[in-house]
Structures are given as C-alpha cells and as structure tokens.
C-alpha cells in the first residue's frame, strides 16, 4: 500500500470514528403554543438523537416569511387558514396537514380581579391587550369577542396590539395593561383570575401543523408529526390548556 493509498485509509478511518451527527429540524410556530412544544422537545429528544430548533412568531409573520423562502421544515399555525394557504400554493408535502390541538381564549387581568368580564362590560380599565388580529389567530378571535359583546366603542381608544399572543401576555403581566385576551396556556388557573370565553363568541381555534416541501428531511419531519399523535403529547398539550 503506498502512502496515498495508506493516508486515505486513515482518513476514511478518522471519519468513521467520529460519532454521528443528530439531525436538526427546523420548527416554525405559533407564540401561544411555543412553552407547550418546548416541553415537547424535552420528550423528543429523550426518545430520539434529532434535535429540534424552534422559531416563534405570530401565524402571520411566519406564513409570510415561509412564503419568502425561510429555511423552515415543519409549521405549527394557531389557526387553518394559513397552512391551507401553503398547501394550496404547493409549499407543503401532500397529505402532511392535520389538526394537532384547538386553542381556548381567555380574558385576564394580572391584577386578580374577581370579576374580569364585568370589569371590561363596564368600561373600568385604561387599557386592554389582544394579539394583533391581521396576523394573529387570538387576536382575530378577541376582535369577534368584542364585536359579539357590542363593546367596540368601550374598547375603540383603550387597545393596544401585540404582535403576537406572548407580547400580548407581556402587557398584562408588566402592567401596561389592565386586561388581555390570552391563550388559557398562559394562565394558571390557581392564581389568576380570567374568564373563560364561551366558544360561541368566536370561531374556532384549530391549530394545524404541515411539512414544508422544502425540508432537506422529509422522513425526520414525518417522525415529528407522527411523534405529535402519541399518548405522551397528547397529555402534555392537554395539561397547557389545550383541546384535542
């Protein structure tokens, strides 16, 4: 063996030794839900050598950087319209769309109000938060909430818009404002007031998950979605205040 022959076997000797690099999956989601896949990740990643890197923001902004280009293999929106959307312009891997969890929306006051309804039917706060309704889900489910309640006027010059669900919670916890329509996720129901919004006041809350069709990764994505219907998540998104 001469010793290009011998130096080559030794390189291809150093590369096998080295240990396997995890895959990495790149995991766009909605801010409601991002605590939630984080405890997700923990249980993935116990299980699994794949490695899970997660991006927040609200639906909106994500579908448009998605549409844009960004390297991402997986979305979870806070709402249907958005990755139909995807599907319907061909960005999402056939058959990869289904429905992983419906969000509830609560109105809640970080002040331990004994009666946060009546406080905003009143009109007795300075200001109320909700998630920006052009691109987030909660914050267009929040808008019907107080269109159906006829409080248009109360609200009109007392609102300020997060751009997604956790600044919109950040609000209310900092005390910028009096009152904020949350996801229940953010609320623990031991120590906050908040009022539970009937279903009927705004549509429905489904949140869908998709495959890009630009992932390098089809078949670690396909592991991902399928992990999502296991007993073990399932418990977990139901424990964050959610429905499945």
């Known amino acids: 063996m001469n010793f290009i022959n ?9 590369f096998l030794s080295l240990p396997l690099k995890a895959d990495q999956l790149r995991i766009a989601v909605a801010a409601n839900f991002y605590s939630t896949l984080n405890l997700i990740k ?6 699994f050598d ?9 639906t909106g902004k994500l579908y448009a950087q998605i549409k844009h280009g960004a390297p991402y293999d997986v979305f979870m929106a806070a709402d249907v319209k958005r990755p139909v959307l995807l599907e319907q312009q061909e960005l999402t891997v056939k058959n990869s769309r289904y429905t992983y969890a419906k969000g509830v929306l609560v109105l809640w006051s970080g002040k331990n109000k004994d009666n946060v309804l009546s406080v905003l039917e009143n009109g007795q706060f300075k200001k109320i938060a909700m ?21 248009n006027l109360i609200t009109k010059n007392k609102t300020v818009f997060g751009e997604n669900i956790a600044q ?5 916890q900092s005390g910028s404002a009096d009152l904020g329509f949350v996801a229940l996720s953010y609320v623990k129901p ?3 007031k ?18 890009l069709e630009r ?18 998540v399932i418990n977990i998104i139901k424990q964050q205040g959610y429905i499945i």
Do not use: C, H
């Open 194 to 211: 908040y009022w539970r919004v009937p279903e009927k006041l705004y549509g429905s809350l489904k949140q869908q998950v998709v495959i």
């Open 168 to 172: 919109t919670f950040q609000f209310v």
């Open 190 to 192: 031991d120590t906050n």
């Open 215 to 232: 992932t390098k990764n089809k078949m670690l994505a396909r592991k991902f979605t399928e992990f999502l219907k296991t007993q073990t």
């Open 131 to 151: 998630a920006n309704p052009k691109i987030a889900p909660y914050g267009y489910a929040a808008k019907e909430v107080i269109t159906a309640l006829g409080l």
């Open 50 to 58: 794949d490695k899970l890197i997660i991006i927040k923001g609200s």
């Open 42 to 47: 923990k249980e993935f990643e116990k299980k």
């Open 6 to 14: 011998k130096l080559s076997f030794f390189i291809f000797l150093f």
